[in-house]
T-cell receptor, first 112, second 114 residues
Framework: QQQVKQSPQSLIVQKGGISIINCAYE??????FPWYQQFPGKGPALLIA?????SEKKEGRFTISFNKSAKQFSLHIMDSQPGDSATYFC???????????FGKGTHLIIQP | NAGVTQTPKFRVLKTGQSMTLLCAQD?????MYWYRQDPGMGLRLIHY???????AKGEVPDGYNVSRLKKQNFLLGLESAAPSQTSVYFC?????????????FGNGTRLTVT
């Protein structure tokens, strides 16, 4: 089964700081790398995704950076806010099946 | 639109009992998925369906069965529940393949097996 290794497992950042979460993958069927955000008691929701025809994608305060040679991609949250406190999952499409293979998640806490 | 609706929200079972979790989506999506979420394990795919009448195994299918008799519904069954199946179960749907369109998740069913 394809592995997606996500780090750190938990992260505490001061309000206004930069939150950085990293993912490394082994192989993927398609070049598509999404990040999902999950609040307590809710299902995950797509936050931002990248296709590596570009090395970086920015949407508001959220940026994905992608390094194909290193098989790594990361999520940067600029000017982190308490409302960003959530669990974040990276994911990749697995070979030979549909759906997404998710990382184990990062529990992010933004301290006011 | 309600999106993806899961019922029930909570359930407690005794070992050996059976139950069915219901997922309904009103977005006319072709693809539907069942995931389980356990602390420190992330989301793991149990079964999925690429259209009405189809099902396929995911990463952790043992102990579960599924059916997709109608396009809008995807049922997850536990024939003989075990404590290892204590988890939060999420259903999701997508318009196309997961590498091509976002997954829309329900709010989960919290299942405890004693």
């Amino acid at each position: 089964q394809q592995q997606v290794k996500q780090s750190p497992q938990s992260l505490i950042v001061q309000k206004g700081g930069i939150s950085i979460i990293n993912c490394a993958y082994e192989n993927t069927a398609f070049d598509y790398f999404p990040w999902y955000q999950q609040f307590p008691g809710k299902g995950p929701a797509l936050l931002i995704a990248i296709r590596p025809d570009v090395s970086e994608k920015k949407e508001g305060r959220f940026t994905i950076s992608f390094n194909k040679s290193a098989k790594q991609f990361s999520l940067h949250i600029m000017d982190s806010q308490p409302g960003d406190s959530a669990t974040y999952f990276c994911a990749t499409p697995p070979r030979g099946a549909d759906g997404l293979t998710f990382g184990k998640g990062t529990h992010l806490i933004i301290q006011p | 639109n309600a999106g993806v609706t899961q019922t029930p929200k909570f359930r407690v079972l005794k070992t050996g009992q059976s139950m069915t979790l219901l997922c309904a989506q009103d977005m006319n999506h072709e693809y539907m998925y069942w995931y389980r979420q356990d602390p420190g394990m992330g989301l793991r795919l149990i079964h999925y369906s690429v259209g009405e009448g189809t099902t396929a195994k995911g990463e952790v299918p043992d102990g579960y069965n599924v059916s997709r008799l109608k396009k809008q519904n995807f049922l997850l069954g536990l024939e003989s529940a075990a404590p290892s199946q204590t988890s939060v179960y999420f259903c999701a749907s997508s318009r196309n393949r997961a590498d091509n369109s976002p997954l829309h998740f329900g709010n989960g069913t919290r299942l405890t097996v004693t």
